[in-house]
């Protein structure tokens, strides 16, 4: 079994920063993805960044040149980068693992872009 949580959420003005942290605890070995998604109000939940085990990223156009994805593979940890956030990236933030099909999930971590 495998367990996620997220810190670093919070409240920011527009055009700050905030740095989300995710941590991975359990049964993890071999080649898997890490990702943020993120879900809005009446939103789906989509994909902000993900990254592989190899460090190769992808990351939604909307945050694109903004955001950055990171992971230290000794740590099982994952982490999000976010500068000149705009309100628009207000929504609840979750952290995930994927090995081959199978997904884990994270509490989720609230972020409000507000001034």
């Known amino acids: 079994q495998v367990q996620l949580v997220e810190s670093g959420g919070g409240l920011v003005q527009p055009g700050g920063s905030l740095r989300l942290a995710c941590a991975a605890s359990g049964s993890i070995f071999g080649i898997y993805t890490m990702g943020w998604y993120r879900q809005a109000p009446g939103a789906q939940r989509d994909l902000v960044a993900g990254i592989t085990s190899g460090g190769y990223t992808n990351y939604a156009d909307s945050v694109k040149g903004r955001f950055t994805i990171s992971r230290d593979n000794a740590k099982n940890m994952v982490y999000l980068q976010m500068n000149s956030l705009k309100p628009e990236d207000t929504a609840v933030y979750y952290c995930?693992?994927?090995?081959?099909?199978?997904?884990?999930w994270g509490q989720g971590t609230q972020v409000t872009v507000s001034s």
């Open positions: 995930n693992l994927r090995i081959r099909t199978r997904n884990y």
